[in-house]
């Protein structure tokens, strides 16, 4: 192997993340290009990431709806930019199901893009509590900010996650030997 040949292998991110991004249309395309970018500046000398874009209206296609399911099935993030105000179409409900049943507890995060200006408190509540439970049947996190993931270096190695979970820091310390707070009793 020649000097190049190396720089170029020792180069190549080892990991790769696969990204699947559900969209309705033009403005809701935009908010999730603005978190893919982000994910890119951030990541990009760590992890190759693979996005794989899907407006809404295209799941209405046997086809596009089956290798929607497949990329959803192997994806690392689902990420849903959607309007509140709107309900999810059969083929986008029939979708969620297709790749919830077959990603077998495939460990992952879901990031709900819905804009709380977007739409009436009450849709907006009722939609995220709908792709929260959808997550949560997938068994992925679900997540509706991402600039706390993105700050920081991503750990080595799970040992090195498990090591620093482990720690036990001053502040940690204090608050474990903290006497419990008296007990009050109230009149009946």
């Not at 990991?15 to 990541?43: H, I, K």
């Not at 077998?104 to 990031?111: N, P």
Request: proline share 6%; glycine share 4%; hydrophobic share 40%.
């Amino acid at each position: 192997m020649n000097n190049s040949e190396h720089m170029l292998r020792s180069e190549t991110p080892d990991e790769t993340w696969s990204v699947v991004v559900l969209y309705d249309d033009a403005p809701t395309r935009q908010r999730a290009m603005g978190l893919c970018n982000r994910l890119v500046q951030r990541f990009w000398e760590e992890v190759e990431i693979r996005f794989h874009w899907w407006r809404s209206d295209f799941l209405v296609d046997d086809l596009m709806r089956t290798t929607a399911t497949q990329d959803a099935v192997g994806a690392d993030f689902i990420v849903v930019s959607s309007r509140p105000e709107q309900q999810f179409s059969p083929f986008v409900v029939k979708w969620f199901e297709d790749w919830i049943r077959q990603r077998e507890g495939r460990e992952g995060a879901f990031l709900d893009l819905t804009e709380p200006e977007a739409g009436s408190a009450d849709n907006v509540q009722r939609r995220q509590l709908h792709l929260r439970r959808l997550a949560h049947r997938a068994m992925m996190d679900y997540l509706t900010q991402v600039s706390q993931i993105m700050d920081g270096p991503l750990p080595d190695s799970f040992e090195s996650v498990e090591h620093r979970a482990a720690q036990i820091t001053s502040v940690m310390d204090q608050i474990l030997h903290l006497p419990p707070p008296p007990r009050l009793d109230l009149p009946r």
